[in-house]
């Protein structure tokens, strides 16, 4: 998905053009679900991320993310509702278009949802991987993270803190600081999300502590374990709740790269062990060395 990071104001949508652009019904529903989450959390003009999903977006073997758009720190029924469209309409952008005939993926097979969550108030956020996403190790877990919002993350927008951690025993086994220079946060006043520069006390200073490092890498394990194979996970750490539950996931998708180059023994369960996986990489690298002249 392409998150999008507004930059200048933003005009607000006239309610009944809103409602013009989707069926009546259509547009009534989400509107009023809207209005049920924002009774459920007790907060008028509640922001929310409207996040598109299609069908072909996270497929093992293609990587079709970012080819639909997502909109972040969204206020307000009728923007809620523009937005839904523009998601919807995002699947036949010229740019996705082709990238699926590039892919020989049948236009007419691909489907979209938008789902509409309440933005995380994140204090730090950004990337996950539980195999090494440079060499493809899956004994280790990767951890990119910045201050505020993930998209600067996401979209390489900033040099992220790193974090490497032993898949099996959690222990963090190597950490690097980077001068993190801008972040992206929400902007009250337009409804929308910015990136500013962040202060320089700031900069050098680590945005996750060991106790969050640790329960991101739990996490990445246990989702790991769930689908079966190597994630690539999305997170934030929300600065308003208290450890460990200001620790969110907001997506995973399958690792596109390395998992399809790599072949796991038959005999191994889909779900299995973190030492599995290790015993077979390792394995695997003295079976190539036994091969080598």
Known sequence: MTSHVLKKPVVPFASSSARHLSPPEVALAIQEAYDELMARVGAVGLP??????????DLPGASFAGQQ???LWVQGRDHVLIRTVICWSSLFTPRAITYRAEMGFPHEKVFISVGIQKMVNARSAGVMFTLNPLNGDRSKIAINANWGLGETVVAGEVTPDEYWV???TLNIVKRVISPKMVECIPNVHYREVTVVAVPEERQMAPCLNDDEVKELARLGKAIERHYGCPQDIEWAVDRDLPFPESVFILQSRPETVWSPKQKVDPSMKPKAKPTDYVAGFLLGQLHQKKKAP
């Open 69 to 71: 758009d997502t909109f």
């Open 166 to 168: 032993d898949k099996v």
């Open 48 to 57: 929310v991320a409207v996040r598109s999903s299609a069908t072909a977006e």
